[in-house]
C-alpha cells in the first residue's frame, strides 16, 4: 500500500507574494504521481476534510517572519507538541484562524495528519491586486525542490 500525500497551497493568487503557496502546490501535483494538489486554499479552516488521515500533509504557505524575502524554511510539526492557537510565536497566519488553531481541532476530532510539514516562504508582497516580488518569484523551484524530497521520503514512486 502507498503513503497518501496531500499537497496544500495556502494563500490567493491575487495577492502578490500569497499566490506562491497554491503556485507551488499545483507545480508539485504536476511532476509526482504521489501528490495529491487540493487546489488553492485560501483559509486554513478549508485542511480539514482534506488532510484527515493523510500519511503526509505538506502545507505550503508565504509567510512573515522578518527573514530576506524569498528565504525558504521546512518546518516538521512535532505530532506530541501541544499546539499554542493563542497568537503568539508559532504557526500563526495572516488568515481568519492559523494552521495552529485548526491542527489543534483537527486533532480534537481525530481528524490530523499523521505528519505535517511546512513549507514556508518569506514573502513581502501581500497588497490585492499586487503581483508576486522577484525574490519570491526566485525561490518556487528551491520550494518545490523541498516539497518533493519529503514527498520521496515517504513514496518510492514520486
Same mark, same amino acid.
Given at each position: ?18 499566490a ?6 499545483a507545480?508539485v501535483?504536476?511532476?509526482s504521481?504521489?501528490a495529491?494538489?487540493?487546489?488553492? !486554499?485560501?483559509?486554513? /479552516?478549508?485542511l480539514l476534510?482534506?488532510? +484527515? ?5 505538506v *502545507? =505550503?504557505? &508565504? @509567510? ?10 521546512v ?8 499546539v499554542d ?6 504557526l500563526?497566519?495572516?488568515?481568519g484562524?492559523? !494552521?495552529?488553531?485548526? /491542527?489543534?481541532?483537527?486533532?480534537a476530532? +481525530? ?5 505535517? *510539514? =511546512?513549507? &514556508? @516562504? ?17 525561490a ?19
Amino acid at each position: 500500500m502507498s503513503a497518501v500525500v496531500v499537497v496544500a497551497g495556502l494563500g490567493s493568487p491575487y495577492r502578490g507574494d500569497d499566490a506562491v503557496g497554491p503556485m507551488v502546490a499545483a507545480m508539485v501535483a504536476e511532476a509526482s504521481l504521489a501528490a495529491r494538489d487540493v487546489g488553492p !486554499l485560501e483559509d486554513p /479552516l478549508d485542511l480539514l476534510g482534506v488532510w +484527515d488521515g493523510v500519511d503526509l500533509a505538506v *502545507v =505550503v504557505d &508565504a @509567510v512573515r517572519s522578518g527573514a530576506l524575502a524569498g528565504t525558504v524554511r521546512v518546518l516538521e510539526v512535532n505530532p506530541d507538541a501541544v499546539v499554542d492557537s493563542s497568537g503568539g510565536p508559532g504557526l500563526t497566519s495572516t488568515h481568519g484562524i492559523g !494552521l495552529a488553531g485548526v /491542527l489543534r481541532l483537527a486533532r480534537a476530532i +481525530d481528524r490530523a495528519p499523521r505528519r505535517l *510539514v =511546512v513549507v &514556508a @516562504v518569506e514573502g513581502e508582497i501581500f497588497k490585492l491586486g499586487g503581483t508576486m516580488s522577484h525574490a519570491v518569484a526566485a525561490a518556487v523551484p528551491d520550494a518545490v525542490s523541498h516539497v518533493m524530497a519529503l514527498i520521496e521520503e515517504v513514496c518510492a514512486c514520486a
